[in-house]
Protein backbone atom coordinates (compact mmCIF):
# COMPACT_ATOMS: atom_id res chain seq x y z
CA UNK A 1 0.00 0.00 0.00
CA UNK A 2 1.37 3.32 -0.66
CA UNK A 3 0.73 7.23 0.03
CA UNK A 4 -1.51 7.78 -2.81
CA UNK A 5 -3.86 4.87 -1.65
CA UNK A 6 -3.84 6.27 2.44
CA UNK A 7 -4.87 9.50 1.29
CA UNK A 8 -7.48 8.18 -0.88
CA UNK A 9 -9.10 6.41 2.07
CA UNK A 10 -9.05 8.64 4.57
CA UNK A 11 -10.68 10.83 2.08
CA UNK A 12 -13.33 8.08 1.25
CA UNK A 13 -14.02 8.64 5.04
CA UNK A 14 -15.08 12.60 4.65
CA UNK A 15 -13.04 15.54 3.09
CA UNK A 16 -9.83 16.64 5.06
CA UNK A 17 -6.53 19.10 5.07
CA UNK A 18 -2.64 17.82 4.24
CA UNK A 19 -2.75 18.37 7.74
CA UNK A 20 -5.26 15.95 9.15
CA UNK A 21 -4.31 13.45 6.48
CA UNK A 22 -1.18 13.48 7.91
CA UNK A 23 -2.24 13.16 11.71
CA UNK A 24 -4.59 10.42 10.43
CA UNK A 25 -1.94 8.32 9.02
CA UNK A 26 0.84 9.19 12.33
CA UNK A 27 -1.65 9.55 15.23
CA UNK A 28 -4.84 8.24 14.11
CA UNK A 29 -6.89 5.16 12.98
CA UNK A 30 -5.21 5.22 9.92
CA UNK A 31 -1.66 5.11 11.66
CA UNK A 32 -1.92 1.23 12.21
CA UNK A 33 -1.63 0.79 8.56
CA UNK A 34 1.04 2.99 6.20
CA UNK A 35 2.76 6.00 7.60
CA UNK A 36 2.84 8.52 5.36
CA UNK A 37 5.14 11.91 5.31
CA UNK A 38 4.13 15.71 4.90
CA UNK A 39 6.83 14.98 1.79
CA UNK A 40 5.06 12.31 0.91
CA UNK A 41 1.13 13.34 1.41
CA UNK A 42 1.13 16.74 -0.76
CA UNK A 43 2.40 15.38 -3.70
CA UNK A 44 0.16 12.46 -3.91
CA UNK A 45 -2.67 14.33 -3.02
CA UNK A 46 -1.60 17.27 -6.13
CA UNK A 47 -0.85 14.04 -8.37
CA UNK A 48 -4.66 12.57 -7.29
CA UNK A 49 -5.55 16.08 -7.95
CA UNK A 50 -4.32 16.41 -11.56
CA UNK A 51 -5.89 12.65 -12.04
CA UNK A 52 -8.85 14.29 -10.95
CA UNK A 53 -9.52 11.41 -8.40
CA UNK A 54 -9.86 14.47 -5.81
CA UNK A 55 -10.71 18.09 -6.05
CA UNK A 56 -9.57 20.67 -3.60
CA UNK A 57 -11.29 23.74 -2.42
CA UNK A 58 -9.56 26.50 -0.61
CA UNK A 59 -11.02 27.96 2.72
CA UNK A 60 -10.11 31.81 4.20
CA UNK A 61 -9.38 31.71 8.07
CA UNK A 62 -9.37 35.03 9.87
CA UNK A 63 -5.64 35.48 11.22
CA UNK A 64 -4.76 32.41 10.08
CA UNK A 65 -3.86 31.24 6.48
CA UNK A 66 -5.76 29.71 3.82
CA UNK A 67 -6.12 25.66 4.10
CA UNK A 68 -6.63 23.90 1.17
CA UNK A 69 -9.34 21.09 1.94
CA UNK A 70 -9.58 17.90 -0.39
CA UNK A 71 -12.21 15.41 -0.88
CA UNK A 72 -12.64 12.33 -3.09
CA UNK A 73 -14.26 12.18 -6.28
CA UNK A 74 -16.38 9.32 -7.65
CA UNK A 75 -13.32 8.60 -9.83
CA UNK A 76 -11.33 8.92 -6.77
CA UNK A 77 -13.94 6.17 -4.73
CA UNK A 78 -13.53 3.66 -7.68
CA UNK A 79 -9.64 3.92 -7.86
CA UNK A 80 -9.67 3.26 -4.16
CA UNK A 81 -11.97 0.10 -4.35
CA UNK A 82 -10.46 -1.19 -7.12
CA UNK A 83 -6.39 -0.87 -5.48
CA UNK A 84 -7.65 -2.77 -2.62
CA UNK A 85 -7.78 -5.56 -5.30
CA UNK A 86 -4.09 -5.52 -5.83
CA UNK A 87 -1.97 -7.86 -4.14
CA UNK A 88 -0.87 -6.63 -0.83
CA UNK A 89 2.82 -5.80 0.47
CA UNK A 90 4.10 -7.56 3.21
CA UNK A 91 3.45 -5.76 6.69
CA UNK A 92 6.81 -4.46 7.72
CA UNK A 93 7.71 -4.46 11.42
CA UNK A 94 10.55 -2.35 13.09
CA UNK A 95 11.00 -2.24 16.63
CA UNK A 96 13.67 0.03 19.03
CA UNK A 97 12.79 -2.59 21.31
CA UNK A 98 13.86 -5.26 19.74
CA UNK A 99 16.98 -4.02 19.17
CA UNK A 100 17.22 -3.13 22.48
CA UNK A 101 16.24 -6.58 23.64
CA UNK A 102 18.74 -8.30 20.67
CA UNK A 103 21.85 -6.73 22.72
CA UNK A 104 20.56 -7.17 26.52
CA UNK A 105 23.00 -9.87 26.92
CA UNK A 106 25.26 -6.70 26.68
CA UNK A 107 23.61 -4.86 29.34
CA UNK A 108 22.92 -4.54 33.27
CA UNK A 109 19.64 -6.60 34.56
CA UNK A 110 18.31 -3.34 35.77
CA UNK A 111 18.35 -1.68 33.12
CA UNK A 112 17.14 -4.64 31.16
CA UNK A 113 14.17 -4.92 33.57
CA UNK A 114 13.51 -0.92 33.96
CA UNK A 115 13.40 -1.33 29.51
CA UNK A 116 10.75 -4.30 29.85
CA UNK A 117 8.82 -2.54 32.57
CA UNK A 118 8.56 0.65 30.10
CA UNK A 119 7.46 -1.38 26.84
CA UNK A 120 4.39 -2.93 28.97
CA UNK A 121 3.54 0.30 30.29
CA UNK A 122 3.35 1.36 26.21
CA UNK A 123 1.71 -1.44 25.77
CA UNK A 124 -1.09 -1.06 28.13
CA UNK A 125 -1.41 2.56 26.56
CA UNK A 126 -2.05 1.13 23.19
CA UNK A 127 -4.72 -0.79 24.91
CA UNK A 128 -6.44 2.13 26.10
CA UNK A 129 -6.19 3.53 22.72
CA UNK A 130 -7.63 0.54 21.06
CA UNK A 131 -10.21 1.15 23.28
CA UNK A 132 -10.88 4.66 22.57
CA UNK A 133 -10.90 3.76 19.37
CA UNK A 134 -13.49 1.19 19.62
CA UNK A 135 -15.95 3.73 21.38
CA UNK A 136 -16.01 5.79 18.30
CA UNK A 137 -15.91 3.65 15.14
CA UNK A 138 -18.15 4.12 12.14
CA UNK A 139 -17.15 1.73 9.47
CA UNK A 140 -18.19 -1.98 9.67
CA UNK A 141 -14.51 -2.82 9.19
CA UNK A 142 -13.34 -1.06 12.21
CA UNK A 143 -14.42 -3.78 14.79
CA UNK A 144 -12.45 -6.51 13.25
CA UNK A 145 -9.46 -4.23 12.67
CA UNK A 146 -9.04 -3.00 16.09
CA UNK A 147 -9.64 -6.65 17.39
CA UNK A 148 -6.95 -7.65 15.53
CA UNK A 149 -4.45 -5.15 16.63
CA UNK A 150 -5.31 -5.90 20.37
CA UNK A 151 -5.04 -9.31 19.67
CA UNK A 152 -1.50 -8.78 18.56
CA UNK A 153 -0.47 -6.09 21.45
CA UNK A 154 -1.81 -8.61 23.61
CA UNK A 155 0.15 -11.46 22.76
CA UNK A 156 3.35 -9.33 22.86
CA UNK A 157 2.34 -8.16 26.07
CA UNK A 158 1.82 -12.02 27.48
CA UNK A 159 5.19 -13.17 25.89
CA UNK A 160 7.17 -9.79 28.24
CA UNK A 161 4.92 -11.42 30.99
CA UNK A 162 5.73 -14.77 30.69
CA UNK A 163 9.24 -14.57 29.13
CA UNK A 164 11.14 -11.49 31.18
CA UNK A 165 12.76 -13.70 33.56
CA UNK A 166 14.83 -14.98 30.57
CA UNK A 167 15.43 -12.11 29.35
CA UNK A 168 16.97 -10.34 32.67
CA UNK A 169 18.82 -13.69 33.10
CA UNK A 170 20.78 -12.92 29.95
CA UNK A 171 22.23 -9.62 30.99
CA UNK A 172 25.01 -8.72 32.82
CA UNK A 173 24.55 -7.88 36.48
CA UNK A 174 24.72 -4.84 37.77
CA UNK A 175 27.70 -2.98 38.26
CA UNK A 176 26.87 -0.21 39.75
CA UNK A 177 27.93 2.16 36.89
CA UNK A 178 26.44 5.45 35.25
CA UNK A 179 25.40 3.60 32.70
CA UNK A 180 23.34 1.26 34.37
CA UNK A 181 21.29 3.75 35.53
CA UNK A 182 19.96 4.93 32.58
Known sequence: MNV?????AILYDGEATGYEIRKLSVEGEYSYFID???GSIYPALAKLEAEKLVVSRVEHQEGKPAKKIYSVTASGRTAFINSLFEK???DEYRSEFL?????AS???????EARLN?????IDAML????????????????WVIEYGRTCVVAARNYIQAHRGELIALARPDSGSAAAAE
Do not use: M, N
Not at 106 to 112: G, H, I, N, R
Not at 133 to 143: A, C, I, Q, R, V
Open 88 to 90: LGE
Open 106 to 112: ELPASLV
Open 128 to 143: ADFDKLGEDHSHPGDT
Open 36 to 38: ASY
Open 99 to 103: LFVRF
Open 4 to 8: RTICL
Open 118 to 122: ERVEQ
